[in-house]
């Protein structure tokens, strides 16, 4: 038998001789990615804290470059590549909805016996987080103040802070298709947080009212309310989750905890589009 053959058990012609060949650890560089985790305590419940937040992290990376090519894609009038993007992005975010189940098995007394470990770490602090929110329209400048010590971090949530949102390019597109937007929706400071708008209103009432006209357009306003909706499960479940673990504790990075993931829920990142269900 060659030394390139598959051994016993193995289909025939399988390879077991990887020296000086690509093989799946090699290409997923899994010998980087399982040294990462790193307790900082002897408690067994550690470890499930931060493979969970971890592999959020890599959710939300998936997210932010699917993300950044819909935005493209919407900008260019593109918009059936941006469908399979944004469809995607639902998709990891169901993924970061069932990790809460995962996450949710450490008990209260479980936490206990690390969390003093944690320092001033918390999530609260994440750079994807946040440069998701601002990709979505969640602008608020307040938020680049954590991330000042990373300069590169920092630049990249300033220039999504400072750039148009799905939804700004979005409502642009509707411009561009001829609906009576206002001037102060497609050229503004975009790093401001916008409310809901009239006109805006008024062009997806038309849309959802003549959807064979318009099925492009009602397609992507749906795969935005797909996205939102999502996200709004997602800090649900965070809600709960942290409830479930700490109570009304503080957050360990000094926010007020509950209250304040509660007080997230009630942002709309595309008011006009749950607006227009009532008024249909």
């Avoid at 009038?77 to 993924?95: E, G, I, N, T, Y």
């Avoid at 642009?172 to 001037?183: Q, Y």
């Amino acid at each position: 038998m060659s030394k390139h053959d598959g051994g016993p058990g193995l289909p025939e012609g399988t390879e077991t001789d990887f020296e000086g060949a690509m093989s799946y650890g090699d290409y997923l560089a899994l010998d980087g990615l399982l040294a990462c985790q790193a307790p900082r305590s002897e408690s067994h419940d550690e470890m499930l804290f931060i493979i969970i937040h971890q592999a959020t992290e890599l959710w939300m990376k998936l997210a932010i470059h699917e993300m950044e090519a819909a935005l493209i894609k919407i900008r260019s009038d593109d918009l059936q590549p941006a469908f399979k993007m944004l469809a995607r992005v639902s998709r990891v975010q169901s993924q970061l909805i069932q990790s809460w189940d995962a996450l949710s098995t450490l008990t209260p007394a479980d936490y206990m016996t690390f969390r003093h470990h944690l320092g001033h770490a918390s999530g609260f602090q994440s750079h994807q987080y946040r440069l998701i929110e601002f990709m979505l329209g969640n602008k608020n400048r307040a938020m680049l103040a954590p991330h000042r010590h990373a300069p590169a971090i920092h630049e990249r949530l300033k220039a999504a802070l400072d750039a148009p949102s799905l939804y700004d390019e979005t409502i642009r597109l509707l411009a561009k298709r001829g609906f009576a937007i206002a001037k102060a929706q497609t050229e503004r400071d975009w790093s401001e947080p916008r409310a809901s708008d009239a006109g805006v209103g008024a062009a997806w009432l038309e849309i959802y009212r003549d959807t064979a006209t318009h099925w492009d357009l009602y397609e992507l306003a749906e795969k935005l309310v797909d996205v939102e909706d999502c996200f709004q499960q997602w800090r649900f479940r965070h809600v709960m989750t942290v409830e479930r673990i700490i109570g009304h504790k503080r957050g360990t990075g000094g926010t007020a905890g509950v209250a304040y993931l509660k007080g997230a829920l009630a942002i709309r990142f595309f008011p006009e589009l749950w607006e227009v269900r009532t008024a249909l």
